[in-house]
């Protein structure tokens, strides 16, 4: 089946830049989506990539996607505290989404 | 008031007993998920329909079971409770579109099993 891996945790200081990185096996997914989670809530949708796409920015966020490496990432520009959440990659497996791990990016003043 | 609700929001529970955890929706979405979140493993599959009479297993069904009582309402059963259900649970919907952009989430259930 399907895996998707990310690193557990990150730590930035406010105004830097905070990338978070993550990798997947399956070349067929239509989809790659990062979501965020912040304390004692579900996850929204933080934004997603076509894969016939290479970069899509918005705003603050930017996101890569490397079909050839099946690496995605998300890089969060002049990060703030209120950044500080759980952050998941996902796609969208067959009929269904599959979610890394989570990278708890941590916002440090 | 939220698109997807999920009841209770915090339980406790025994060992062996039997729990029911229910979510609602207000999308109108034919598919619905439930996952369960764990520390380090992210969220894993349980159970999904696509509409009312379809439900299929996940990677993690065992000791699980659901039902889709209509469209807009899907619930969760530990027939069973043991201790290593103890976990965060989150319902989902999403729209059956050829590709799905976005799965919604409910606020999610703290489950403990003593």
């Known amino acids: 089946g399907e895996d998707v891996e990310q690193s557990l945790f990150l730590s930035v200081r406010e105004g830097d830049s905070s990338v978070i990185n993550c990798t997947y096996t399956d070349s067929s997914s239509t989809y790659l989506y990062w979501y965020k989670q912040e304390p004692g809530a579900g996850l929204q949708l933080l934004t997603y990539i076509f894969s016939n796409m290479d ?8 996101v890569l996607l490397n ?19 759980i952050y998941f990659c996902a796609d969208n497996y067959g009929q269904n989404f599959v979610f890394g791990p989570g990278t708890r990016l941590s916002v440090l003043p | ?88 649970y989150f319902c989902a919907t999403s729209d059956p579109s050829p590709d799905t952009t976005e799965a919604f989430f409910g606020q999610g259930t703290r489950l403990t099993v003593v």
């Open chain 1, 55 to 62: 970069m899509k920015q918005d705003q603050r966020l930017t």
């Open chain 1, 67 to 85: 079909k050839k490496d099946k690496h995605l990432s998300l890089r969060i520009a002049d990060t703030q505290t209120g950044d500080s959440a």
């Open chain 2, 1 to 88: 008031d939220a698109d997807v609700t999920q009841t209770p929001r915090n339980r406790i529970t025994k060992t062996g007993k039997r729990i029911m955890l229910e979510c609602s929706q207000t999308k109108g979405h034919d598919r619905m998920y439930w996952y369960r979140q764990d520390p380090g493993l992210g969220l894993r599959l349980i159970y999904y329909s696509f509409d009312v009479k379809d439900i299929n297993k996940g990677e993690i069904s065992d000791g699980y079971s659901v039902s889709r009582q209509a469209q807009a309402k899907f619930s969760l059963s530990l027939e069973s409770a043991i201790p290593n259900q103890t976990a965060l």
